[in-house]
């Protein structure tokens, strides 16, 4: 394993390091406004949602590392501590992209990257049209967790008003990750496209207890068939299959199963895991291994 002490590492390596490794990252477009009323619209990847109750969504415009200078987001939120914070869809990277340039200060970055400005209702900064969620926020606090380049600058923010294109909301009305397409930010150059395929699911272990990998016989645990995720699959079960579903089990198949290798019977039970019926795999592996 490569080792990297921060205190030890150009902080350029450093950051190259981190935004590679941590990814994807949601992206606050952030709209704010000065105290002479003049617009800036730049897109930040250090952001996330943090909480609920209150709403609580942070974003760090950082200090600069080639010259320790802080951005124009920055400054206007000290004048007025406003923001809204627009969604980046596919749609619209390339000029959010484009936004991010850093052109001098009174440059109005709606016009340089094409975006619609419209009226907020609870706060000065416009929003951006061609965004379908649209955060107005109060900015709660700022922490600045230090005064040389790359250094962090917290924007802590409570959301006053959402605004939600009905488009991209399903039949129950909740936001429909394929109708939004998104895109997160990774390393460098690159971004990534939440949609389609690369969409899956993943079972939440909310209410119930699943057994655990350690639950599972040896044989399955440590075989070399099947990979983590499959483990986990598995893992998350409930309970193992009684010793009466799998006499079932055997009785019905026999036929089908007692001429596979171990390979062939593992690729069996790797594709009913593929078609998310766990029990019937782990049935299968533990009646005739």
């Known amino acids: ?9 150009p902080h350029q390596k450093v950051h190259q390091m981190m935004l590679g490794a941590i990814a994807p990252r949601p992206i606050a477009f952030a709209s704010t406004m000065d105290k002479e009323g003049i617009s800036n619209l730049s897109p930040f990847s250090f952001f996330n949602a943090f909480g609920v109750n209150p709403t609580t969504l942070i974003f760090s415009p950082s200090r600069r590392g080639r010259d320790n200078t802080t951005k124009h987001t920055y400054e206007n939120l000290k004048q007025v501590p406003e923001v809204v914070i627009n969604v980046v869809t596919y749609a619209m990277v390339e000029q959010t992209s484009l936004a991010s340039t850093e052109y001098p200060r009174g440059v109005n970055e709606f016009m340089k990257s094409g975006f619609t400005p419209i009226p907020s209702e609870t706060i000065k900064p416009f929003r951006v049209k061609e965004s379908p969620v649209q955060f107005e926020c109060k900015v709660r606090q700022i922490i600045e967790t230090g005064d040389q380049g790359g250094a962090a ?6 959301i006053k008003l959402m ?6 909301l399903d039949e129950n009305g909740r936001i429909d990750l394929y109708k939004i397409d998104l895109v997160g ?13 690369s969409l899956f699911k993943v079972k939440k272990p909310l209410q119930e207890l699943g057994i655990g990998i350690d639950s599972l016989p040896e044989k399955i ?12 699959k598995l893992g998350n079960l409930e309970q193992l299959p009684s010793e009466a579903e799998i006499a ?3 009785s019905i198949s026999r036929d089908e199963h007692n001429d596979l290798d171990v390979a062939d019977l593992y690729a069996r039970a ?8 766990v029990k019937d795999a782990l049935t299968l592996l533990m009646a005739h291994l």
């Not at 394993?1 to 590492?9: E, G, N, V």
């Not at 990774?186 to 395929?197: F, I, P």
């Open 1 to 9: 394993m490569l080792k990297i002490d921060p205190a030890h590492t």
């Open 153 to 158: 600058n917290l924007v802590i923010c409570e």
């Open 163 to 168: 605004h939600i294109d009905e488009a991209i």
């Open 185 to 197: 930010r990774m390393g460098g150059d690159y971004y990534c496209r939440a949609s389609g395929d």
């Open 221 to 232: 645990r440590y075989s070399a068939f099947l990979t983590g995720n499959e483990l986990g």
């Open 248 to 250: 079932e089990f055997i």
């Open 270 to 277: 790797k594709a009913l895991l593929a078609d998310n019926k």
